[in-house]
T-cell receptor
């Protein structure tokens, strides 16, 4: 079974430029999460989707961050414009569904973003 | 946001030694999870704990859900080189995982 796929794996951009990350969750997983992980810290949730609905985006900096999961499968996270402080690893995770063990989150390898 | 206090921050041990790490919080959690993250990869779930006082093993790993529901412990017995990495605890609160800052395990050759 394929795991969570993320691309790109690495991205280097200059500040004020836009950037987008893509995630394809495990097939059949209804719940999708985007996390940001700063160096030396644990992941912090940005947004959680149940199918195509964003059910928790309270931690998403909405002035510059946006996300979508139009068909309830793969998802895109965008930053526009990027700032120096956005440098981090952006992790995508998926889990089977709200009614099941939602704690069983499977993580992708992440996208390491460097903003210069 | 909320944080878990995870300690130690890093550990240098000899191969074959036992390892202990823990997490504490001011909040009560219904689920405690322990993950391992290798460089360049996402976290991988090691052990999930669902009940206060629960003791669960996964091979050489043993984790416990504290009685107060505010702490958890992870032990690794007879460490081997592939145990190196960063270990994270996480508590589940209202469908959101609250993470510790990680314990970096380094094994001296």
């Amino acid at each position: 079974e394929a795991g969570v796929v993320q691309s790109p794996r690495y991205k280097i951009i200059e500040k004020k430029q836009p950037v987008a990350f893509w995630c394809n969750p495990i097939s059949g997983h209804n719940t999708l999460y985007w996390y940001r992980q700063n160096l030396g810290q644990g992941p912090e949730l940005l947004i959680r989707y149940e199918n195509e609905e964003a059910v928790d985006d309270s931690q998403l900096p909405k002035d510059r961050f946006s996300a979508e999961r139009l068909k309830g499968v793969d998802s895109t996270l965008k930053i526009q414009p990027a700032e120096l402080g956005d440098s981090a690893v952006y992790l995508c995770a998926s889990s089977p569904g709200q009614g099941l063990k939602i704690d069983t989150q499977y993580f992708g390898p992440g996208t390491r973003l460097t903003v210069l | 946001g909320q944080q878990l206090n995870q300690s130690p921050q890093s550990m240098f041990i000899q191969e074959g030694e036992d390892v202990s790490m823990n997490c504490t919080s001011s909040s009560i959690f219904n689920t405690w999870l322990w993950y391992k993250q290798d460089p360049g990869e996402g976290p991988v779930l090691l052990i999930a704990l669902y009940k206060a006082g629960e003791l669960t093993s996964n091979g050489r790993l043993t984790a416990q859900f504290g009685i107060t529901r505010k702490d958890s412990f992870l032990n690794i017995s007879a460490s081997i080189p592939s145990d190196v990495g960063i270990y994270f605890c996480a508590g589940l609160l209202n469908y959101q995982l609250i993470w510790g800052a990680g314990t970096k395990l380094i094994i001296k050759p």
